[in-house]
């Protein structure tokens, strides 16, 4: 094992070219679907001024940033003057704010990369890890919150993971729901944060949470996580939230999200799930979260989000969008292990006056877009040159050894099935671009 | 403009869509390169604990590392435990000690990725620049040298910087150098570094600071600036050096190199150049920059340090390298301005009740591999909706209006031409994607 000494920081990780790879296949994989939605990349920098961070992710997040000392003379003084990216929506909300009529309206983005959080690392928990979202700025259609809908469904498909549900409601429900129960506004989000736990725990564990911690009276908990945990929780909501003003907001934009975005994701892979809260209370309308079989928590999630950007620093627009949980899809895909790229072509160095021509013949091999190494170290033996191309996973090594040149051929050794050919040097490139 | 509190950090960036794919399109280019060499991709992470980065840049580098404010309640003692990476080169040190045996034999690496130094901003001069470094650690074959020239040549061709000269010398060779002129050892190290300047200063300039700066003699001073100015500069040190054992050893490297990576780079843009002294101390075989027609300093530079992976805490391991200079190759381009990436079709929304209809065909046309957008602002005016399929830049833009849906038609309009078609709802994906 390596030594501690050497390790990544605590929560950060060194990613080798087996793991990089997938890793960079699955974004490759991610941005292409994107593009075809016409959402654009955005890169911001990796540090933001500290005061645009501060204060916009509540005292628990405001704890978890990783400020960057002062420099200079002012380094002595302790004090930061600018700190991590902690999300892509603080950023976004700058950029939004800084550029205007520069971006397209509405500013359909995506932004994937690295935000740093100073949480306790922990399985699948880091303090450098990628986040991945889309938004649209500027929209109130219906058809926005389709859009983001169907672009990370169609995400999930294309990186392989298709036993999905998504999770559709919407925060006017909720609100509706609230007031159809008679639940004091007083309460309100509080006993949300408890329902919130339907997905997790027994509905009468929540009723008890819903009574002793959040003061709901006995019968309208019992009604409430007795509904909600129904087989037929969703037609039970649509009868209890006709009279709600709110809540019949809430059920006509849920079933526009259904109607428009339903054919895209697969009628069978999306519900309205009353039960759906997520914790974040910035949301304003539709919200939504996909689960998948075997996974712990969300592997996406979003909704509309129409007073953020401007509770952010930015301009008041109406906006929507979503994250795809990028780390725990590339945790479920790593047991598949992706196939790497292999080698090509390993050319053996059997004597230091075959090098000139070893090289040329690098350069030939690597124009017709071969895969291509040279032995560079220094033993001239042929069985460990041998075994140094296995280890690189070439396809074909060749060899060129005195009776090779002087007969003008080299010996290709098809690494798989160990069959040797002698190939006139000429043709060569030709011969192995051929069996590629 | 934008108002200054919106703007991103001091000598950091927002990357727009325009700008960010350029960048994308030279990092990728550059990667296929790499890739055909056989070199592997490595990522660490944005920070590393402090004392793996200080005493490694010396004093100058030091000051410019940012150090980031340990947390919780250590936060108040104005400590730093970590830094944002500085370079490329100590990350990959901590890599080989840690993964030692996991890696490849030789270990040939490439790392392309942000780094951060607290640098006064400037013209072309930023707080966050992407460098690009390529090594191979473990090898000290003449050819491990000739491989990263030809990487690094071979990446400037492909994005597009031909006219270069890549100049090459030897540390070994200045050290050969300093004993044939006579120059005493104690004065050694600054009459290198001045002698650095001979590209940037007439020789009569260098030669008095020589003189008065260096306290060379004054006969030695003149017979180096001319000697390395003179037209046949080469020419004169090789007879200058022959009977140096340092400087007929740095002769060797050097045309060993010419002989393995000039036909590689181009005969007529590589040539060994005895005034080539590169500003750092740390190599110790063949050294080479590459300057281009109209671009002050070098655009790649590297060369062998083979005490440099120990001296960065890794273990003693012969190497060498070298860096493009990506963020100035890219202020190249921006001029000639990349192609950017079309909207394939722009879909028009002429009446609410074609939204199912029209998020069908949107999903159609992207499973064609279509770039697609959906209008999502408020206006039903068709006018408008042309004015946004025309910004965004879209090839064709679909018009489904009441009398195009009672025809079972669409009209599609080519946004280059302006001709407009008739085509049937059910053959409009086919219509579409043939037309790309």
Redesign the interface.
Same mark, same amino acid.
């Given at each position: 094992m390596?030594?501690q000494q050497?390790?990544?920081?605590s929560g950060?990780?060194?990613?080798?070219?087996p793991a990089?790879?997938t890793r960079?296949h699955v974004f490759a994989t991610i941005r292409a679907v994107f593009?075809?939605?016409?959402f654009?990349?955005?890169?911001?920098?990796?540090?933001? @001024?500290l005061e645009t961070l501060t204060g916009k992710y509540g005292d628990e997040g405001d704890?978890?940033i990783?400020?960057?000392?002062r420099?200079?003379e002012h380094?002595?003084?302790?004090?930061?003057d600018?700190a991590?990216r902690y999300d892509m929506t603080v950023?976004l909300a700058?950029?939004v704010?800084?550029?205007?009529s520069?971006?397209?309206?509405?500013y359909?983005?995506y932004a994937m990369g690295?935000v740093?959080r100073?949480d306790r690392p922990g399985k699948g928990r880091f303090r450098?890890f990628t986040q991945c979202d889309i938004d649209?700025v500027?929209?109130?259609?219906?058809?926005?919150d389709?859009?983001v809908v169907?672009a990370l469904a169609?995400c999930l498909d294309a990186v392989g993971v298709r036993d999905f549900r998504m999770l559709v409601n919407s925060r006017k429900a909720l609100t509706g729901l609230l007031e159809a129960y008679g639940v004091p506004d007083s309460l309100g989000g509080g006993v949300l944060t408890t329902l919130d736990k339907l997905d997790k725990l027994p509905p009468d564990v929540v009723a008890r949470e819903l009574v002793d911690g959040r003061g709901l009276p006995v019968p309208i908990a019992a009604a409430l996580t007795g509904d909600l945990t129904a087989g037929d929780a969703a037609e039970r909501m649509r009868i209890a939230l006709k009279d709600s003003e709110q809540g019949g907001a809430g059920l006509a934009e849920i079933d526009r999200l259904l109607?428009?975005?339903g054919?895209?994701v697969g009628p069978e892979r999306i519900a309205f799930t009353p039960s759906l809260v997520r914790g974040l209370d910035y949301y304003t309308g539709v919200i939504f979260e996909v689960v998948a079989e075997g996974m712990p928590g969300s592997i996406a999630s979003g909704g509309r989000y129409d007073g953020l950007i401007a509770a952010l620093?930015g301009p008041d627009a109406p906006a929507c969008g979503g994250s795809l949980g990028v780390e725990r899809i590339i945790g479920l895909l790593d047991a598949a292990a992706l196939e790497q790229?292999r080698?090509d072509v390993a050319l053996t160095?059997l004597g230091d006056e075959t090098?000139?021509e070893l090289? @040329?013949l690098a350069?030939d091999l690597?124009a017709a877009?071969?895969?291509?190494?040279?032995y560079?170290?220094?033993s001239r033996k042929l069985a460990k040159q041998l075994k140094?191309a296995a280890?690189?996973h070439a396809r074909h090594t060749v060899i060129y050894g005195p009776q090779d040149r002087a007969a003008g051929t080299a010996t290709v050794r098809n690494m798989d099935t160990g069959d040797q050919a002698q190939v006139p040097v000429a043709s060569l490139t030709a011969h192995l671009a051929a069996t590629r």
């Open positions: 390596a030594s050497f390790d990544p920081p950060t990780r060194d990613f080798l070219a990089l790879r960079e593009e075809r939605y016409g654009e990349p955005l890169q911001t920098p990796a540090f933001e @001024r704890k978890l990783f400020k960057i000392l420099r200079g380094e002595a003084t302790g004090e930061a600018l991590l950023p700058r950029v704010a800084a550029y205007g520069q971006l397209p309206a509405p359909k983005r690295p740093w100073a450098e649209v500027g929209s109130a259609s219906p058809l926005a389709a859009e169907c169609d109607e428009l975005a054919p895209g620093g790229p080698l160095v090098l000139p090289t @040329r350069r690597r877009g071969l895969r291509t190494e040279v560079l170290a220094t140094w280890d690189r």
